[in-house]
């Protein structure tokens, strides 16, 4: 699935898979002004963006994340604290 299949009325929240690789390559870039990339990753430990990274990037070196495969956000677990 790409960003252009998503519907915006759909509930379900999708983000874009990163390799490793790509992960690096944004880091410290900017994908609007005043705004950065913040690559996290998921429940299984995929490397992801968020769909808002994605749909407003406007940095001619990085369009290339619209074209990122997309897939459900499945949330990691927070760590539990001591009590």
């Known amino acids: ?19 490793e690789q790509q992960k690096d390559q944004l880091i410290d870039q900017w994908f609007a002004p005043d705004s950065y990339f913040h690559a996290v990753q998921d429940a299984n430990n995929i490397w992801i963006l968020t769909i ?16 990122l495969d997309m897939i459900e956000f499945i949330p990691a677990p927070l760590p539990q604290l001591p009590f």
Do not use: A
């Open 1 to 19: 699935m790409k960003i252009t299949d998503i519907q915006l009325n759909d509930p379900t929240t999708y983000v874009g898979v990163l390799t």
């Open 52 to 67: 808002i990274q994605i749909r407003d990037c406007v940095n001619p070196d990085f369009l290339w994340v619209k074209d």
